[in-house]
């Protein structure tokens, strides 16, 4: 199947830092990209869909400042937790579909990010 | 926007049975239903998917039901193994272009040997 890569897959950084993570899809490419948030023992959370060359869309409830994301190429989106707090301590995953959208969603490894 | 329940948020099973995990979905226009495994600290891996147009569908020990009227479907694992213990998860989206998937609230299975 078609592989997404993600990285790091866990970062551990100072309260009041940023924190970028990258999302790439190694052979096919990804107009469309999902990024989710998991926390211990629950579902996956849609925090924003990011759209190749536009603007990513956010789920309501999400802080578009806090959470950035970039989707410069067809290959890759960047998602940047700005000034990390302890509550932002969470696994992130991103996922993407094939075949033009239409196809198998495909995730990432995931990021396990924790915010001293 | 959809909503999507799922039960049992457990389940334990003896090896060798069977476990049924169901899903409930609100959006009458979705019309995809994948179910993915996630084992502790990695990425939900796909297992079975079905559209909105097949009643059933068979992999293996792994089956999916769909019931559009009732708005539910249905994960079943048969001759279960420990290796089948993980947290699982149904998911429903609108496919068609690039739809998000809304996930349900997960399954830990647990076979007992």
């Known amino acids: 199947g078609a592989v997404v890569s993600q990285h790091p897959s866990w970062v551990i950084c100072k309260s009041g830092t940023s924190v970028k993570i990258e999302c790439r899809s190694l052979?096919?490419?990804?107009?469309?990209m999902f990024w989710y948030r998991q926390f211990p023992k629950q579902s996956l959370m849609l925090m924003a869909t990011?759209?190749?060359?536009?603007?990513?869309?956010?789920e309501q409830g999400v802080e578009k400042d806090k959470f950035l994301i970039n989707h410069a190429s067809l290959t890759l989106s960047t998602l940047t937790v700005t000034s990390a707090h302890p509550e932002d301590s969470s696994f992130y995953i991103c996922?993407?579909?094939?075949?033009?959208?239409?196809?198998?969603?495909?995730f990432g490894e995931g990021s396990r990010l924790t915010v001293l | 926007g959809e909503n999507v329940e799922q039960h049992p948020s457990t389940l334990s099973v003896q090896e060798g049975d069977s476990a049924v995990i169901k899903c409930t979905y609100s959006?009458?226009?979705?019309?995809?239903f994948p179910w993915y495994k996630q084992e502790l600290g990695k990425r939900p891996q796909l297992i079975i998917d079905?559209?909105?147009?097949?009643g059933e569908k068979k992999d293996q020990r792994i089956a999916v039901t769909l019931n559009k009227t009732a708005k539910h479907f249905s994960l079943h694992i048969t001759e279960t193994q420990p290796e089948d213990s993980a947290v699982y998860f149904c998911?429903?989206?609108?496919?068609?272009?690039?739809?998000?998937?809304?996930f349900g609230t997960g399954t830990r299975l647990t076979i007992i040997p």
């Open positions: 996922s993407a579909p094939t075949a033009g959208g239409v196809g198998e969603l495909f």
């Open positions: 052979d096919f490419q990804a107009t469309t």
């Open positions: 990011s759209n190749e060359g536009s603007k990513a869309t956010y």
């Open positions: 959006d009458s226009a979705s019309n995809y």
């Open positions: 079905i559209r909105s147009n097949v």
């Open positions: 998911a429903a989206s609108r496919r068609g272009g690039n739809e998000k998937l809304t």
